[in-house]
């Protein structure tokens, strides 16, 4: 067993920075890739970013590319999402995720391994 838990969401001007936190603990992490996923009210869940293993790879969905990174490190048991230049289009519910496979995550697979509970994000316009 995985267990995530995420912190760092919270009210942000647009514009604005946000860096969201994911404390893993259980298992090796190191054997999984990790991701991050957003849900606003109304919509379906959302691929945000994801990275591999070792953190070599990352990956990131289009409406993110060049604001938001996504980091890790192994020895703390942490990964984190960097967001900047926020729009009132990032405000979600963001949840850290865990699988052995980083494609589950990518194709935002419904059998993806482990979920954080998630971390409110709101950007004012």
């Known amino acids: 067993q995985v267990q995530l838990v995420e912190s760092g969401g919270g009210l942000v001007q647009a514009g604005g920075s946000l860096r969201l936190s994911c404390a893993a603990s259980?298992?090796?992490?190191?054997?999984?890739?990790m991701g991050w996923f957003r849900q606003a009210p109304g919509k379906e869940r959302e691929f945000v970013a994801a990275i591999s293993r070792d953190g070599g790879s990352t990956y990131y969905a289009d409406s993110v590319k060049g604001r938001f990174t996504i980091s890790r490190d192994n020895a703390k048991n942490m990964v984190y999402l960097r967001m900047n230049s926020l729009k009132p289009d990032d405000t979600a519910v963001h949840y850290c995720a865990a699988d052995t496979r980083v494609v589950k995550l990518i194709r935002n697979d419904r059998g993806i391994d482990y979920w954080g509970q998630g971390t409110q994000v709101t950007v004012s316009s």
């Open positions: 259980g298992r090796t992490v190191s054997n999984y890739a």
